[in-house]
C-alpha cells in the first residue's frame, strides 16, 4: 500500500522510457497499449507534467470529501473578507494546496480502515489506504472554487450599499448561484478545443503540477538545507509575523512614495510619486498583499507572461496616461492623474442620488440641472484600452490560432493524433455531453424565471438574459485561447456594459445583471476549462472532477454571499469613503468602481458618455485600433519569420494588462513586476535549483501567513476599533497627489494651486 502514495517518475522523461502506467502493487513501469515513446510538443509541459498513470488509487474519498469542502469554505470566506479592503488580498489555492497535505497523512494514519457493508453494493471505508495525489488534486479542485472573486456580489453591494436600495438575500442567492453554475454548460461545449489540444496547455497549472510533484516524492533533506514542507513552515511563520507590521504597526510600507516625502508641498511630484493616487515612480510596496492583491502571486507568474503584463503597465501609465495629462485632453488637469471618480465639469464629486426617480430609473430633467458626467483622463484611457482589447482577441486568435481551432472543429468528424495525456484519459469515463445541456438549459431557465418575477429589483427583461448567454458563447473560445497560451484573460465587462447601455438605458441593475450573466458566466467557463486541463495533467477521472468543481461552486457561492452579507451588516459605513474613519481598510475599491459603471454604462447610458451625445465619442476608434494592431504583428511576423521574438507580442495582453486598474494602483504593479522579475527571471536564470525547489511553496507560504494574521488582527484588534495614530499610519503620505491642476478649479483639501507648483 504504502507505494500507492508516492510518484516515482521523473521530472523529465529519460531517453528510452515509455509512456504508460504504473502497476501500483509492483512499482513495475507498463507500457501503455504498446505506443512509442512520446511527450507533449510543449516544452514546459514536458518537463513538469508525468506521462505516466496509477489508475488503481482510490480518489473520491471521505478525506477527499472532508479536506476539500474545508479548504473551499475557509478560502471562501478569506477572499471575500479581504475583498472589501483596501488591498483586498487574493488567496490562491495553491495555500491549500500546501496546508492539507499534514492533514491528509494525519487523517490516513489514525482514522479505522475498518470496511463498512462489506460484500455488499453500497461497501465503503473512511480510510483507503494512504493519501494519495489524486486525492490531493481533487481537495485542490475544491479549493480553487473558493479562490476566485464571486463577481455577482458586487451588484448586490453596489445596490444595498451604494444605491441604497432593497435586493433580498434569496435574489441575491439566485442570482450568484445561476452566474456561477452557468459557465458550466460553455465549458462542456469548448472541452473539444481547450482541453484536449496540447498547444492549450494553461501555464498556471503547472504551478500546481509542479507542487503535487514535489509534496508527493520521497525527499531527504539535504545536507545544510530543509525539506520543502519544513521550508514551507519556516516561510510561513516568517509571513505570519511580518504582516503585523504593514497590517498595523506601519501600514505606509503598502507604498512606500519616497518622492512625496522630498517635496511635501509640490503636486507636481506627489503626482508623480504617489503609488496609490498617482503615477508610482519609485514608489514600493513591502507589503505582500498590496504586491499579490490584484495581479496573484508574481512568483507563480512565468517571466514571459510577467513582462507582457510589463509592457502593458509602462504603455498606460508612463505613456498614454503622462501624453493625455500634460496636453489636457479630455479636460485631465481638471481632474485627479489617477482617479476612478465621476465628476462634475468643475472637477467636484458627481451627485448621484440627486439625478435618480423613485423607479430607481434615471431623471432627465435632474440630469440636465445637474450636468454632463465626467471621468479622469486616465479611467477613460482605461475604457479605451478595454474596446482595444476586445477587438484584439478575436483578430490575434483568428490570425494565430484559427488554423487549429478549424483542424479541431473537423476532428469532431475524424479520428485525429492525440497527444499522450489525452491517450492515457481515455481510459476513464468522459463526462456526457448532456450533462453540461442540462446544467446549461437548467440554467437559463432559472435566471430567466427570476429575472422576470423579481424585476423590481433585477429589472433585466427575459431577452437580456439570452443576449448575455449569446455573447458568452460568442467570446468564451477566443478568450479561453489567450488564456490557454498566455495565462491572461482579458475580460468581457466592458462591451457587456457597452451593449445593454445603449439597448436599454437608464436602468443600472439590469445592466450589472447583463453585466454579470454575460461576463461571469464566460469567466467561469474558462475556470473550469482550467480546472479539466488540470486533471487532464494529473490523470484524474473526468466524471469526479465534474462533481468535485459542482459541489466546490455551490458551496463557494453559500460562502461568498453569506460573508458578504454579514460584512454589509455589521460594518457601519462600510465603502462610503466619506463616511468611514480616516486610515479605515473597509473602503471597497473594487465595489467603487463596479458601481461607477454601472452610472456610466446603465444609469446614464453610453450614449450620452461615449457616443453621439458624450464628450468621449473618439474613444470608439479604439475598437478599430485593437484590430488593426494583431494585424500588424502577423504581418510582420510573415516578412520576417526568423525574429522569433515578434511572434512573442501577444496584443491583447499588453492591451488588456492594465485591465485591473482601477481598482489597482501603480505601486501594485510595480512591486509585482519587481518581484516577478527577480523570481521568474534573475534566480530562475542563475539560480535554478533554488528556485525549483522552494518558488512556489515560497509564494504558498507567504499568502498562507498573510492570511491568518490579517483575519487574527481583524478580531483581536479591528472589531474593537484598537487603532495607532502616527504619521506611519498613512497608507500613502500623498496627500496632494489627488489635486487637480488647472486654473481656477478649487478641490477642498488642495492648496492654492499657483503656490503649490
Not at 492 to 516: H, Q, S, W
Not at 578 to 596: E, I, K, N, Q, R
Not at 603 to 623: K, T
Amino acid at each position: 500500500m504504502k507505494s500507492t502514495q508516492e510518484i516515482s517518475a521523473p521530472l523529465i522523461q529519460k531517453e528510452g522510457d515509455e509512456v504508460g502506467v504504473y502497476s501500483s502493487d509492483t512499482l513495475r513501469y507498463e507500457p501503455y497499449d504498446g505506443e512509442e515513446e512520446e511527450n507533449s510538443p510543449i516544452e514546459q509541459v514536458a518537463l513538469t507534467v508525468p506521462v505516466a498513470d496509477d489508475p488503481t488509487l482510490p480518489v473520491v474519498t471521505f478525506r477527499m470529501w472532508t479536506l476539500g469542502i474545508l479548504a473551499c469554505v475557509v478560502l471562501s470566506f478569506l477572499n471575500q473578507f479581504f475583498w472589501y479592503r483596501r488591498e483586498p488580498l487574493s488567496i490562491t489555492s495553491i495555500s491549500a494546496q500546501i496546508s492539507v497535505v499534514p492533514l491528509g497523512h494525519l487523517m490516513a494514519s489514525t482514522i479505522t480502515n475498518r470496511v463498512f457493508f462489506k460484500g455488499r453494493r453500497c461497501e465503503f471505508t473512511l480510510n483507503p489506504g494512504p493519501f494519495n495525489v489524486k486525492e490531493h488534486v481533487l481537495i485542490t479542485i475544491l479549493a480553487n472554487a473558493g479562490a476566485g472573486n464571486v463577481y455577482a456580489i458586487h451588484m448586490v453591494t453596489a445596490v444595498k450599499v451604494f444605491y441604497e436600495k432593497n435586493v433580498t438575500f434569496f435574489v441575491s442567492l439566485i442570482v450568484v448561484l445561476t452566474t456561477q453554475v452557468l459557465g458550466f454548460g460553455w465549458a462542456g461545449m469548448f472541452r473539444r478545443y481547450l482541453v484536449e489540444p496540447a498547444e492549450m496547455w494553461w501555464p498556471q497549472n503547472l504551478v500546481q503540477v509542479s507542487l503535487f510533484r514535489a509534496l508527493h516524492e520521497k525527499e531527504k533533506r539535504p545536507n545544510g538545507g530543509l525539506t520543502k514542507i519544513q521550508f514551507f513552515i519556516v516561510a510561513f511563520a516568517c509571513s505570519f509575523a511580518y504582516y503585523v507590521v504593514p497590517g498595523y504597526l506601519f501600514p505606509m510600507l503598502t507604498s512606500l512614495s519616497w518622492l512625496c516625502w522630498l517635496f511635501p508641498n509640490s503636486i507636481l511630484a506627489q503626482q508623480l510619486g504617489s503609488g496609490l493616487h498617482g503615477l508610482g515612480i519609485g514608489a514600493l510596496g513591502f507589503d505582500w498583499s498590496s504586491i499579490s492583491s490584484y495581479l496573484g502571486s508574481p512568483l507563480a507568474s512565468p517571466w514571459f507572461a510577467t513582462a507582457n503584463v510589463a509592457l502593458g503597465f509602462v504603455l498606460i501609465m508612463y505613456v498614454i496616461n503622462p501624453i493625455a495629462y500634460w496636453f489636457n485632453i479630455y479636460k485631465a488637469k481638471t481632474f485627479p492623474i489617477f482617479s476612478d471618480g465621476l465628476f462634475t465639469s468643475t472637477g467636484q464629486n458627481y451627485n448621484i442620488t440627486a439625478i435618480i426617480d423613485p423607479n430607481f430609473h434615471i431623471d432627465f430633467e435632474a440630469y440636465d440641472r445637474e450636468g454632463p458626467l465626467y471621468l479622469s483622463t486616465f479611467f477613460a484611457m482605461t475604457y479605451a484600452l478595454s474596446f482595444a482589447c476586445l477587438t484584439a482577441t478575436v483578430v490575434h486568435v483568428f490570425l494565430f490560432h484559427g488554423r487549429e481551432l478549424w483542424q479541431q472543429s473537423k476532428s469532431a468528424f475524424q479520428e485525429t493524433k492525440m497527444d499522450v495525456h489525452t491517450k492515457l484519459m481515455r481510459k476513464y469515463k468522459q463526462v456526457p455531453e448532456f450533462w453540461f445541456s442540462c446544467i446549461l438549459v437548467i440554467n437559463i431557465a432559472a435566471t430567466i424565471f427570476v429575472c422576470e418575477y423579481y424585476k423590481d429589483q433585477l429589472q433585466l427583461p427575459w431577452w437580456g438574459v439570452l443576449l448575455a448567454c449569446g455573447i458568452a458563447f460568442f467570446f468564451t473560445l477566443p478568450i479561453g485561447v489567450i488564456s490557454a497560451t498566455t495565462n491572461q484573460t482579458p475580460g468581457l465587462n466592458v462591451i457587456t456594459e457597452y451593449i445593454i447601455g445603449y439597448i436599454y438605458p437608464g436602468y443600472p441593475v439590469a445592466n450589472m445583471c447583463f453585466k454579470v450573466y454575460g461576463y461571469i458566466s464566460m469567466k467561469q467557463g474558462i475556470t473550469f476549462l482550467q480546472d479539466f486541463k488540470l486533471g487532464h495533467y494529473m490523470k484524474i477521472p473526468p466524471r469526479s472532477m465534474f462533481m468535485a468543481q459542482l459541489v466546490g461552486t455551490l458551496v463557494s457561492a453559500l460562502v461568498h454571499l453569506g460573508t458578504a452579507w454579514r460584512l454589509m451588516e455589521t460594518i457601519p459605513h462600510i465603502c462610503n469613503r466619506a463616511l468611514l474613519p480616516p486610515g479605515s481598510p473597509w473602503t471597497c475599491p473594487g465595489d467603487h468602481v463596479f458601481y461607477d459603471a454601472s452610472v456610466i454604462w446603465g444609469l446614464i447610458g453610453p450614449r450620452r458618455i461615449f457616443g453621439d451625445l458624450g464628450y468621449y465619442a473618439a474613444i470608439n476608434w479604439f475598437f478599430l485600433a485593437g484590430a488593426i494592431a494583431p494585424l500588424l504583428v502577423w504581418l510582420a511576423h510573415k516578412v520576417f519569420p526568423n525574429q522569433h521574438w515578434i511572434k512573442l507580442v501577444t496584443v491583447p495582453v499588453l492591451l488588456g494588462a492594465a485591465n485591473e486598474m482601477p481598482p489597482a494602483t501603480a505601486v501594485n504593479y510595480t512591486s509585482w513586476i519587481l518581484i516577478g522579475f527577480i523570481s521568474g527571471f534573475v534566480v530562475y536564470r542563475y539560480s535554478r535549483e533554488w528556485w525549483s525547489r522552494h518558488n512556489y511553496v515560497l509564494s504558498g507560504a507567504l499568502d498562507a501567513g498573510l492570511a491568518f494574521m490579517a483575519v487574527l488582527l481583524y478580531l483581536c484588534l479591528g472589531m474593537q476599533h484598537v487603532a495607532l495614530d502616527w504619521w506611519g499610519g498613512d497608507s500613502d503620505g500623498c496627500p496632494l497627489a489627488s489635486c487637480p491642476t488647472a486654473d481656477g478649479v478649487v478641490v477642498r483639501g488642495c492648496p492654492n494651486l499657483m503656490k503649490a507648483m
